[in-house]
Every structure is written in C-alpha cells, then in structure tokens.
Nanobody
Framework: VQLQASGGGLVQAGGSLRLSCAAS????????MGWFRQAPGKEREFVAA????????YYADSVKGRFTISRDNVKNTVYLQMNILKPEDTAVYYC???????????????????WGQGTLVTVSS
C-alpha cells in the first residue's frame, strides 16, 4: 500500500491543523493506521493510532486531549486533527499502516510495514 501525507504547514502556537494520509494500492479497511513524528535531532516517536474499524484509538500522553485521529474507510484516508498546537509539536509527521492480524503494538515503529513520505508541521511561538 502507498501512503501520501499532506496538510502540514506553518501555524502559530494555539492554532490548529488537520493532516491527511491517503492510501492506495491496498485494502485500506484491513490496515491499522498510525501517526508518528520526528523533530530535528530526535528519534521518530508515536503520536496516535487507530484500529481498522476506528473502534479503538490511542494517543501519546503529550498530545492526549489536543489531537484526534480518525479515518474514512470509504475515502481510504486517515486524519490527524491537531488543536492547541505548541512549538514542541514542530516535526515531520508520518503516517503508517500495518496488518494488525500479525501482531500490532500501536506505539512501536517496527509494528508498521508501510510509511508515507512525511509532512512538515512548524509551530511558531
């Protein structure tokens, strides 16, 4: 499956952005999806994840209450709504997909088989 992330940009602290990740070439509804981010000089870290049917969602403590992950299995797209953005949210954001039947630890990078190219989010103070 191919993933294409979009929606990044420059926003002031306290503002909002919505990231999108469009999937193609696979059966989107069979994949669990995740968002990760990588700030300059840091390792890629887990942000949020969602199960195939959207029945379960998971968040990093740093974004809980501010970010919302959702998916549209008709449009083959996963979203990340980011509110009350902070300068420390500045990073390249990546979407990822995996077949959860093979074992899925939603917070682990190694649990994901497919990755998008990333979209840059910059939050100014």
């Amino acid at each position: 499956v191919q993933l294409q992330a979009s929606g990044g940009g420059l926003v002031q602290a306290g503002g909002s952005l919505r990231l999108s990740c469009a999937a193609s070439g696979g059966t989107f509804s069979s994949y669990a999806m995740g968002w990760f981010r990588q700030a300059p000089g840091k390792e890629r870290e887990f942000v949020a994840a969602i199960s195939r049917s959207a029945g379960s969602t998971y968040y990093a403590d740093s974004v809980k209450g501010r970010f919302t992950i959702s998916r549209d299995n008709v449009k083959n797209t996963v979203y990340l709504q980011m509110n009350i953005l902070k300068p420390e949210d500045t990073a390249v954001y990546y979407c990822a997909a995996t077949d959860p039947k093979r074992g899925w630890l939603y917070y682990r990078r190694a649990s994901y088989d497919y990755w998008g190219q990333g979209t840059l989010v910059t939050v100014s103070s």
